[in-house]
């Protein structure tokens, strides 16, 4: 049986490694000194905060260079527009100058001539000057007839023959470019049925003043009044007494966007369209209240209205002046 050889180690040599320690701690010392030798030296850096003043100062600054820039072209063109003016004065006058000569040698060659031939020279003359005329005429009209005319559109719209409106009306409002169904028959309806329940109120006063609603963005507001009738006949035997009678309504949107705005109540499948479905043409009248800034609006609805064979009335309200009636009024005029 073998036996194991045993391994001889070499002494360590303690020299050796304190000369490599200090090495290695040398190089650190000499890269400390190194890195505080260059943050000594880095120049230091002061984060300023922005001034508000002086970005705005800058933002006016700017403005005004690029005003100055904007001056300064506007006075280069207009120099150019003063010279150009000088030239044409100039070819002007000259021109002027030249016709005046011209004008002043035909006047002298005309004198020279006895009197048959003075007739010929005016003849030959005007002949000359209607025929510089009919040439330009003719290039002219050369010019017209290759320029492509432009098409004009004439709109059709029914004979402008009115009528009082006496069958079933429909209310429709443009304001503020926008168009809404005034709901004027359900607000109606409810004013006859509340100024029944107020009669008895008018006993006792001469005028009486409600509001109802909203109903689809309008109230109706009105006054009522008592009148007296004296009895007819001599004897005082015919009907009077006291009555109730509607002095004035008006109208007023609780808000100014209502309905939509025209370019999308044209659109199929509007609000605009889905009310308008429920109106049968030729049987209703449509009455369009519209204010001064909504006549474009109103021809838009017009033509379109016109296209699916509505009637139309048309009632202008002044600047400010609320939808309203009252028994002196007058009745839509339909086309």
């Not at 003359?125 to 009209?141: A, V, Y």
């Not at 004439?154 to 470019?177: C, F, K, M, N």
């Not at 609000?271 to 209240?289: C, E, S, Y």
Request: proline share 7%; net charge negative.
């Amino acid at each position: 049986m073998s036996r194991p050889v045993p391994q001889q180690t070499e002494p360590v040599n303690g020299d050796s490694f304190l000369d490599i320690v200090a090495s290695v701690v040398s190089i650190m010392i000499i890269m400390v000194v190194m890195v505080g030798m260059r943050i000594k030296n880095a120049p230091v850096q002061v984060a300023i905060p922005a001034n508000p003043a002086a970005t705005e100062l800058e933002k006016d600054l700017a403005a005004e260079q690029a005003l100055r820039g904007d001056v300064l072209k506007m006075a280069a063109e207009i120099r150019g527009l003063q010279q150009e003016a000088v030239a044409r004065g100039t070819q002007r006058d000259a021109l002027a100058t030249l016709a005046s000569a011209a004008e002043h040698e035909i006047q002298q060659r005309r004198q020279k001539l006895d009197g048959l031939r003075q007739a010929d020279f005016d003849l030959a003359r005007g002949l000359s000057e209607s025929k510089f005329q009919l040439d330009q005429l003719t290039r002219e009209r050369e010019q017209a007839e290759n320029v492509p005319g432009e098409q004009v559109v004439v709109e059709s719209y029914p004979t402008p023959i009115s009528r009082e409106v006496d069958g079933p009306e429909a209310h429709l409002l443009i304001s503020h470019g926008r168009v809404v169904f005034v709901p004027m028959e359900a607000l109606v309806e409810q004013l006859k049925s509340q100024a029944k329940r107020q009669a008895y109120k008018l006993a006792e006063q001469s005028e009486l003043s409600d509001t109802i609603g909203p109903v689809d963005g309008f109230r109706l507001c009105y006054t009522l009044e008592r009148y007296e009738v004296a009895p007819d006949g001599p004897r005082g035997t015919g009907r009077g007494g006291s009555f109730v009678r509607l002095q004035r309504f008006t109208l007023v949107p609780i808000a100014e966007d209502l309905g939509e705005p025209v370019r999308l109540a044209l659109e199929q499948g509007s609000d605009f369209r889905q009310a308008l479905a429920k109106i049968l043409p030729g049987r209703t009248t449509i009455t369009i209240w519209v204010y001064p800034d909504g006549f474009d609006a109103f021809r838009q609805i017009r033509k379109e209205m016109y296209r699916l064979g509505y009637a139309i009335a048309a009632r202008p309200l002044p600047p400010g002046e609320p939808i309203g009636g009252s028994p002196d009024g007058t009745k839509s005029a339909a086309q």
